[in-house]
């Protein structure tokens, strides 16, 4: 969808001696971004249509039909879409098969959780002590914070990472600076050595790594392996009830979706987006055109990574807990899963790769599949799930390489034709593919 | 005339094999230069050597009117100093249209964030127009450059070159795969590019040469071993033995 040329030239047709067009026609540019990508208007569309739709059906303000959980699931997983399209923006658009943007994600959740953590906290600790004869002060208000928080890993005092905890404003830049910051050193360092291809994902899982096992330690004053939680009870709204509160954050999921949608259309649709293709497809020869190329994967990579920290910084409030088994190399994987079978390349393939892929996933896990009663074997699809999308990844890898995504493609009847041992030259006998290949 | 590239002394050696050795070269302002040499001469190498694809052991390359070392430079640094490059396999981007891989070369800032407020003004939809129209390629615009016959393809690329607007332009085998007619075409678009500009053409095929009517500068084994008219080189003892005798 996203690769068609503006169409203002195509009625020029000049034929030898013509004057070049002088275009009276307006220009490509000119024209807002839903007029030349109808796909993003289609898709802001039904995303409307189904977060109404949910509104409806759902407890908080609608008729009660669809429980909070699964209005939670749903929030949860416009989050993974978001991310994916984060995803399909650094791999199937500029060819950067990074195998660590959930840690990106995870780190959003982290920085959202330490605020709603502290704060919540707070609250608790405020009230408890006011029965005390004396006002407490300061001091064993943060003691009393910090010994209800750490007394999970035997300590009592608040760690450096902690120090702007207490104000939302900071934690929130923190959503968008960490992740940015990590992945601007990550990728100055890996792009300008021109670490590529399976390397690179190497390198990306190894950071992924060594992130989710420093946040495993006790003393790495995010609470090790117990992580944080309790993060869906807002501070000091207490007494709204969970229902209202999946609402807000499915509203706030749907319009972070919707921006982050309009975002990556705008930098695919227009000529960045041609020089990222542009990479992907031969990044040497875009080097030779005077791009620097190292310049535009750490663009990329960056902006990516602070997209999948405000994904995490939405989704773990739904989730209500995170800890760094989150992070594992694994969750980067899975992500790369989803958006091949969504349909790499094409930015509304990514979202139905983690839709799709998600809710089954949850589906299957969850224990509501029926398990497959085969006699001597009974299949439990909590622990054949996994194969199954292994299979179905490679079976989308070998049979259909454009994913699910690729399907409307085949519909609308844009496939290139394939000319591969065809004669290369206009005249029958011209030069063959193999003898060009020198 | 001024030196617009000055190659002097220049190695490089693949796993202890010289591909050049010892190569001196030098180009002016507004000149046609044809490149001609048998298989493995080095003539490929010499052009990566100048766009930065490979470093030399030894030597100098120096660039422009201040004599700018282009060894400390990237592949984008050079190509932004005006130095453009068509590969011997054709390369344009496949899965894009034969407008967008020219709007991708014209000559603009190259800076991530100057692209991405990049908006074609007519001005350059007509350029573009206007270069498809002389590599004859003005009716396929829309069309994926992928679905390209070989010829057109390597047109495209000449186009991209033009496009690009470079001081230097070095051009590998554009006539691979042509028919005559699409030959003499190309001979006819780098004649009239190299009235402004400095072309260097590598070329087997010595009737393109003898057509582009220039001065001749003959490799082997990684220097050079004649240069004059072709008249010259072809009648070169030592020409005649490694490459037209055989
Ligand atoms: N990256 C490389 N690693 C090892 N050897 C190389 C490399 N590039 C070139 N060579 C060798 O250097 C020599 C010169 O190669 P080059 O491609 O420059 O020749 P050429 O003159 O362009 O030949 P042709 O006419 O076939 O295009 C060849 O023997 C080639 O095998
Ligand atoms: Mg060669």
């Known amino acids: 969808m996203t690769d068609t040329a503006p169409s203002s030239l195509s009625k020029y047709s000049g034929g030898a001696g013509a004057e070049p067009p002088r275009l009276a026609t307006p220009s490509g540019g000119a024209k807002p971004l839903v007029q030349r990508h109808p796909s993003v208007l289609i898709f802001i569309g039904c995303l409307a249509l189904f977060t109404l739709g949910i509104t409806i059906l759902a407890e908080g303000f609608g008729i009660g039909v669809i429980s909070t959980s699964f209005v939670k699931t749903l929030g949860k997983t416009l989050c993974l879409c978001l991310v994916a399209l984060a995803m399909d923006l650094v791999w199937g658009y500029t060819g950067i098969l990074s195998l660590g943007h959930m840690a990106f994600f995870g780190i959003g959740g982290y920085a959202i959780g330490m605020w709603l953590m502290y704060a919540r906290t707070e609250l608790i600790v405020v009230e408890s002590l006011a029965q005390a004869p004396l006002p407490p002060t300061p001091q064993e208000i943060s003691d009393g914070i910090a010994a209800q928080i750490f007394g999970v890993v035997g300590a009592s005092e608040f760690p450096p990472i902690w120090a702007v905890a207490h104000s939302l404003p900071l934690q929130l830049a923190a959503v968008v600076l960490v992740p940015g910051l990590i992945a601007l050193v990550f990728g100055w360092l890996a792009f300008r050595s021109r670490v590529t291809g399976v390397y690179l994902s190497i390198l990306t899982q190894a950071m992924t790594l060594a992130l989710a096992l420093y946040l495993f330690q006790n003393d790495s004053g995010l609470r090790g392996n117990n992580g944080l939680s309790g993060l869906q009870n807002l501070p000091g709204l207490g007494d709204v009830p969970q229902s209202t509160v999946s609402m807000w954050f499915l509203w706030a999921s749907a319009a972070a979706l919707g921006l982050g949608y309009l975002f990556c259309a705008w930098i695919v649709s227009g000529k960045f987006g041609s020089v990222l293709r542009a990479i992907r497809d031969d990044e040497a020869r875009v080097r030779f055109l005077g791009y620097s190329v190292e310049a535009y994967k750490l663009f990329i990579f960056t902006v990516t990574a602070v997209i999948a920290g405000i994904a995490g910084a939405l989704y773990y409030p739904q989730a209500g807990i995170i800890n760094p088994a989150e992070i594992a190399p694994i969750a980067s994987i899975y992500l790369a899963v989803w958006v091949a079978i969504g349909g790499r390349g094409r930015l509304y393939g990514a979202v139905i790769g983690a839709a799709f892929v998600s809710l089954l996933s949850t589906w299957f896990t969850g224990g509501q599949a029926p398990d497959i009663n085969l006699g001597p074997y009974t299949i439990q699809w909590v622990d054949w799930w996994t194969i199954l999308l292994g299979l179905s990844f490679v079976a989308v890898t070998l049979f259909a390489p454009k994913g699910i995504g690729g399907l409307i493609v085949i519909i609308e009847r844009r496939t290139t034709p394939n000319r591969h041992g065809a004669d290369l030259g206009p005249d029958p006998g011209a030069l063959r593919e193999k003898e060009a290949e020198t | ?246």
């Open chain 2, 1 to 246: 005339m001024s030196t617009l590239l000055e190659v002097s002394g220049v190695s490089v050696s693949f796993d202890g094999f010289r591909a050049i050795n010892n190569l001196s070269f030098q180009i002016g302002q507004a000149e046609m230069r044809a490149v001609i040499g048998p298989n493995g001469a080095g003539k490929t190498t010499f052009m990566d050597i100048i766009t930065g694809k490979t470093k030399p052991d030894a030597g100098r390359v120096l660039w422009g009117d201040k004599s700018q070392s282009l060894l400390a430079m990237s592949e984008s640094q050079i190509a932004q100093a005006g130095v453009g490059r068509k590969f011997q396999r054709p390369t344009v981007f496949e899965d894009q249209s034969v407008a967008d891989n020219l709007m991708l070369a014209l000559r603009k800032n190259r800076s991530p964030l100057s692209v991405l407020r990049f908006r074609a003004s007519a001005q350059d939809h007509g350029k573009v127009a206007e270069i498809a129209q002389e590599i004859g390629l003005e009716a396929a615009l829309h069309r994926k450059a992928g679905e390209l016959s070989h010829g057109q393809k390597q047109w495209l690329e000449i186009g991209m070159l033009l496009a690009q607007d470079p001081q230097l332009l070095l051009v590998d085998e554009p006539a691979a795969g042509m028919t005559p007619a699409e030959r003499e075409h190309t001979t006819a678009l780098l004649v009239e590019a190299a009235k402004t500009r400095a072309v260097v053409v590598v070329e087997h095929d010595m009737e393109f040469v003898r057509r582009l009517d220039c001065k001749v500068t003959v490799l082997h084994e990684g220097s050079v071993l004649a240069e004059g008219t072709l008249d010259r080189v072809t009648s070169d003892e030592k020409v005649i033995e490694v490459y037209l005798g055989r």
